[in-house]
């Protein structure tokens, strides 16, 4: 009896644990996928960040940020978004102390980004 508990939980665990995250930020904000453009649902699906993508869209494929700033550039203030510690092609979370790693960001003009890096070669 205790073999078959250890068995259940151990592999409750391990089907939670593959939960692709992308698929649960969706599930968890259907309307907001729902109002995506069909090319931006697409680079949801894939975990992909593109120009011209709303802040939702973003959102979805890469999570919430773990910094969010301003920044000016040619006169212009854009919102800044950083994510510390992404793995391609998910979002895993944010390790203590800033942006080791593999590191990304993304900026959005009027909403929509219109710019994102990856400061370390990939």
């Known amino acids: 009896m205790k073999i078959s508990l250890l068995c259940l939980l151990v592999c409750s665990v391990a089907v939670t644990s593959c939960v692709n995250p992308i698929q649960a930020r969706v ?34 494929a890469w999570g919430a940020p773990s910094r969010v700033g301003r920044a000016r550039r040619d006169g212009k203030v854009f919102e800044r978004w950083g994510y510390a510690g992404m793995y391609a092609p998910y979002y895993n979370g944010v390790p203590p102390g800033g942006f080791p790693g593999d590191a990304r960001f993304v900026e959005f003009e009027k909403g929509r980004v219109n710019r994102f890096w990856w400061p370390l070669p990939h």
Request: aromatic content about 8%.
């Open 27 to 60: 599930s968890a904000y259907p309307g907001m996928y729902e109002k995506l453009k069909p090319a931006e649902k697409e680079a949801v699906n894939s975990g992909a960040v593109k120009d011209g993508m709303s802040k939702d869209a973003v959102y979805l």
